[in-house]
Nanobody, 125 residues
Framework: QVQLVESGGGLVQAGGSLRLSCAAS????????TGWFRQAPGKEREFVAA????????YYADSVKDRFTISRDNADYTVYLQMNSLKPEDTAVYYC??????????????????WGQGTQVTVSS
């Protein structure tokens, strides 16, 4: 069983920054790929970023590339999403998720086995 708890969301002006954290339970944290997804009101959930278990490989949606950075600290059982140059269209509930088997593509939500409850990010114009 894996439990994921997101934090760090909030209200920020366009152009600002936020850092989301995803704290995981369980000693197997360092063995699985972790991803961030988001869902805006009235829209489908979409992939944001993913990081391999070792942290050596990262993947981003085109819409956030060069603005967002995903990282992890396996010793602290935490994955981070640094979000810079935020835009109103980044407004959504952000979820972290665990892909225990490393199934590809990492952008496919159905490949993730556990999900957090989400944290709200609101970007004002």
């Amino acid at each position: 069983q894996v439990q994921l708890v997101e934090s760090g969301g909030g209200l920020v002006q366009a152009g600002g920054s936020l850092r989301l954290s995803c704290a995981a339970s369980g000693r197997t944290f360092s063995r699985y790929t972790t991803g961030w997804f988001r869902q805006a009101p009235g829209k489908e959930r979409e992939f944001v970023a993913a990081i391999s278990w070792s942290g050596s490989d990262t993947y981003y949606a085109d819409s956030v590339k060069d603005r967002f950075t995903i990282s992890r600290d396996n010793a602290d059982y935490t994955v981070y999403l640094q979000m810079n140059s935020l835009k109103p269209e980044d407004t959504a509930v952000y979820y972290c998720a665990a892909n225990l088997r490393g199934a590809r593509p990492y952008s496919y939500g159905a490949h993730y086995d556990y999900w957090g409850q989400g944290t709200q990010v609101t970007v004002s114009s």
